[in-house]
C-alpha cells in the first residue's frame, strides 16, 4: 500500500467509500492500518473513551498531543488526522496556530476542526501556513453545552440550508473533506452532491464520500450508551471480560504460573 495524504484521500470522492475509524495509541493504530483503514482520527472522543469523561470537552492539548505521536509512531500507510480539542483554537488564532504546528510536529498529517463559517478565517490561515484542515460540521460535540446535549442538526430548511452554507465555506477556505455529524440523509447527500470535496459521514446515512466510526463503537469496547447508526463488527469486552477472568481464576487455583524447570 501507498501512503494516504490530503491529496489521495480528497481525490478518492466519487471513485471509492472509505471507511475511517479512531485509535489513541500504538497498538490499534498499528492494527486498523494494517487492516487498510485509510484515515485514523485521533479524536477528541478519547475523552469519553479513554479518559473516562462525559463529553470531550475536558480533553487537554497535551493528552492529544501524547495521543497522536503515539498513533503517528504505529501508522505507515493511513492519513493520520489530529482533532484539536476544545480551546486549543478558540483562544485566538495565534495560539490557535501554535497548537495545530505542534500537531504535526507530534507526526499527524492534518488536524480537525469544529465549526462552520465561524472558523474559515483559521481554515485559510492554516492552509495557506501549509498545515492541511480536515473540517467539521452539523452537530459538533464541542458544542455540545450550546446544543443542550448530542443532538441531530439540519431537521428545518433554515437549519439545513445553515449546515450546507457553513459546509461549502470550509471547502472555499481550503478544508480537504469535511465532516457530517448528525445530519438527516437527504441533507448529508445534498451536501456531498454540492462540494468538490470529500464528505465524511458519522450518523449521516450512506451517500457521504466516507464514514468515521468511533474505534471503540466498532469493535464492541463502548458497553455505555452507543448511538443508533453504530454498527458492532466485534465483541470485544466480552471476549476481554473473558480473558481478565480466566486469568483472575488461573492465579487462585494455582495453574497460573505453571513450574519452571
Not at 47 to 53: D, I, Q, S, V
Request: glycine share 10%; proline share 5%; net charge negative.
Amino acid at each position: 500500500m501507498k501512503k494516504w495524504t490530503t491529496v489521495t484521500f480528497a481525490a478518492a470522492k466519487g471513485k471509492q467509500k472509505l471507511g475511517c475509524c479512531t485509535a489513541y495509541d500504538a497498538c490499534f493504530a498499528r492494527l486498523a492500518d494494517e487492516a487498510g483503514v485509510p484515515c485514523i482520527l485521533v479524536g477528541d472522543s478519547m475523552g469519553m473513551t479513554m479518559l473516562g469523561y462525559d463529553t470531550t470537552l475536558p480533553v487537554k492539548m497535551e493528552e492529544t498531543l501524547s495521543a497522536t505521536a503515539a498513533v503517528a509512531r504505529a501508522v505507515k500507510d493511513a492519513l493520520v488526522v489530529a482533532d484539536m480539542p476544545f480551546g486549543s483554537y478558540q483562544c485566538g488564532d495565534d495560539a490557535a496556530m501554535a497548537n495545530a504546528v505542534a500537531c504535526l510536529k507530534a507526526g499527524a498529517d492534518a488536524v480537525k476542526l469544529e465549526g462552520g463559517a465561524r472558523v474559515c478565517g483559521l481554515i485559510r490561515r492554516m492552509t495557506e501556513a501549509g498545515i492541511p484542515v480536515l473540517a467539521h460540521v452539523g452537530m459538533t460535540p464541542q458544542s455540545v453545552n450550546a446544543y443542550g446535549g448530542f443532538k441531530t442538526q439540519g431537521k428545518t430548511r433554515e437549519a439545513a440550508a445553515q449546515v450546507l452554507a457553513d459546509a461549502q465555506a470550509v471547502e472555499a477556505a481550503g478544508a480537504f473533506a469535511v465532516t457530517l455529524e448528525c445530519v438527516p440523509d437527504d441533507l448529508a447527500a445534498t451536501v456531498t452532491a454540492a462540494l468538490k470535496i470529500p464528505t465524511i459521514g458519522i450518523g449521516a446515512g450512506p451517500v457521504c464520500d466516507a464514514q468515521w466510526l468511533v474505534m471503540h463503537d466498532l469493535l464492541g469496547l463502548n458497553e455505555g450508551h452507543v448511538p443508533s447508526f453504530v454498527k458492532k463488527y466485534a465483541d470485544l469486552a466480552s471476549i476481554a471480560k473473558q480473558a481478565f477472568a480466566a486469568y483472575v481464576g488461573e492465579v487462585a487455583g494455582g495453574v497460573f504460573p505453571p513450574p519452571r524447570a
